[in-house]
C-alpha cells in the first residue's frame, strides 16, 4: 500500500515538474494546482503546495518574490527577474546583467559570488507602453 502511495506520488511530482519547465510565465502555486490539476483533477491542493515546497528545498525550483505571491521558476540557472507591479507578470530577464561589473567579476568589496536573486519591480512594456523606449 505504502509503496503504491509512494509511487503514484512520484508521478505527480514529475507531473508538476514537468509543467514547471514547459512554462516561462513563472506560475504563482494557485496557478500551479489550476493547471496541473487539468491534467490530474483528482490531485489535492495540499499535493500540489507539498510538493512545491519540496522543490524548493532541495533547490530544483526557484522562487520569486513578486507582487504579493511567490512565483516558481523550474529554471535554476542565474538570471534576474522583472517583477511587474501593475499586472503582477513575471519575466526572465537573461543577458541584460552579465556584464554589470559585479557579476562579470563574481565578486563584490565584501566577498566572491556564488549566485545571485535579483528582481527588478516596474512597469512591463504592456503596462506602460510609453516607457518602453525611455532611457
Ligand atoms: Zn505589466
Ligand atoms: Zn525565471
Redesign the pocket.
Known amino acids: 500500500m505504502v509503496k503504491i502511495k509512494k509511487e503514484r506520488m512520484t508521478a505527480q511530482k514529475s507531473f508538476i515538474f514537468g509543467y514547471l519547465k514547459s512554462v516561462?510565465t513563472?506560475p504563482s502555486a494557485g496557478i500551479v494546482y489550476k493547471e496541473v490539476r487539468k491534467k490530474l483533477p483528482n490531485i489535492s491542493q495540499g499535493t500540489v503546495y507539498r510538493v512545491l515546497n519540496n522543490f524548493k528545498e532541495k533547490g530544483q525550483v526557484?522562487v520569486?518574490d513578486a507582487k504579493d505571491t511567490a512565483r516558481f521558476?523550474a529554471?535554476v540557472s542565474n538570471?534576474a527577474?522583472f517583477i511587474c507591479e501593475e499586472c503582477g507578470n513575471?519575466f526572465?530577464v537573461m543577458n541584460e546583467c552579465v556584464n554589470c561589473g559585479v557579476l562579470k567579476k563574481k565578486k563584490t568589496k565584501v566577498g566572491f559570488i556564488n549566485y545571485y536573486k535579483i528582481n527588478f519591480y516596474g512597469e512591463c512594456k504592456c503596462c506602460r507602453p510609453a516607457s518602453a523606449g525611455r532611457k
Open positions: 516561462k513563472h526557484q520569486i521558476d529554471d538570471h527577474h513575471v526572465d
